[in-house]
């Protein structure tokens, strides 16, 4: 074959033109760019407009989780805890008697019960509330005698409502008081002492000092009794605060055990 060399020779050209030419094209494009304009293909997000930036998630700090309120830590069955449940379901030991018995005037309690008992009487007599503390403990036999006299005068079924048989009344725990009416003595034990400056004051303070108004008109359908405004039962403040914070009405339905108007037997 006749030798071209003209054409080897163009050929050659050609392959440095053509990488000149591509190799020149895209470093001119570059180089003809303002800095930047550089800067934009290079860091995009230094030239982004703010708003029409990627939207910043906020960082608002999350709700700190409230700590579960340990409902275990007391037993509700051991007579001597401070949150035992007695009611017509569960009763209590007949020889059961609180080791630890004082007298607040006139009316014995635990001594767990006494500083709250004193303070929750001391700061309703400053707002004009006149608590008289009736009764406190008592016994399994006294018990059997007062439910006994109220049902020899008003009938059992009068009885049932109001008074528990002995060895189911929270009496027996030492850690429940009956409030009587300074300002309204005649409204004392009666439905009328709801509506006293006494029964006003507790049923909105007697929580502060950990206190419960047991039986309500709320909870009658859990607790089995009709509602008394003057049967006050400690549990201590930590667990009136949580039944508050949480809206629960009984001891029943806060730790889910139960309750209401029959006994095991009828
Ligand atoms: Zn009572």
């Known amino acids: 074959m006749r030798p071209r060399p003209w054409r080897t020779v163009a050929l050659a050209v050609l392959a440095v033109v053509a990488v000149l030419a591509v190799g020149g094209a895209a470093t001119g494009l570059w180089t003809e760019l303002s800095t930047g304009e550089q800067a934009r293909f290079q860091g995009l997000t230094e030239v982004v407009p703010w708003d029409?930036?990627?939207?910043?998630?906020?960082?608002?700090p999350r709700p700190t989780p409230t700590p579960t309120f340990d409902l275990a830590q007391h037993s509700t069955s051991d007579p001597t805890s401070p949150w035992v449940i007695v009611?017509?379901?569960?009763?209590?030991?007949?020889?059961y008697e609180p080791p630890d018995l004082v007298d607040v005037s006139g009316a014995f309690v635990r001594t767990a019960v006494q500083a709250d008992l004193a303070a929750m009487v001391g700061a309703a007599q400053a707002a004009g509330a006149q608590l008289v503390v009736g009764s406190g403990y008592r016994s399994y036999a006294e018990q059997a005698s007062a439910r006994g006299a109220i049902e020899a005068r008003r009938g059992f079924a009068h009885a049932e409502r109001y008074s528990a048989r002995?060895?189911?009344?929270?009496?027996?725990?030492?850690?429940a008081v009956d409030i009587e009416?300074?300002?309204?003595?005649?409204?004392?034990?009666q439905t009328c002492f709801a509506r006293t400056v006494e029964g006003v004051w507790l049923a909105e303070h007697a929580g502060e000092f950990g206190f419960v108004v047991r039986y309500?008109?709320?909870n009658t359908g859990v607790t089995g009794y009709a509602p008394?405004?003057?049967?006050l039962r400690w549990v201590g403040r930590e667990l009136t605060a949580h039944l508050r914070e949480k809206g629960i009405g009984s001891l029943e339905e806060a730790f889910g055990v139960p309750g209401g108007p029959a006994y095991p037997d009828g």
């Open 87 to 95: 009611n017509k379901q569960r009763p209590i030991a007949e020889g």
């Open 216 to 218: 309500t008109e709320q």
């Open 228 to 231: 008394e405004g003057w049967h």
């Open 181 to 189: 009416s300074g300002s309204d003595p005649g409204c004392s034990f």
């Open 52 to 60: 029409e930036a990627i939207t910043v998630p906020s960082f608002a």
């Open 166 to 175: 002995p060895g189911f009344s929270e009496h027996q725990t030492g850690l």
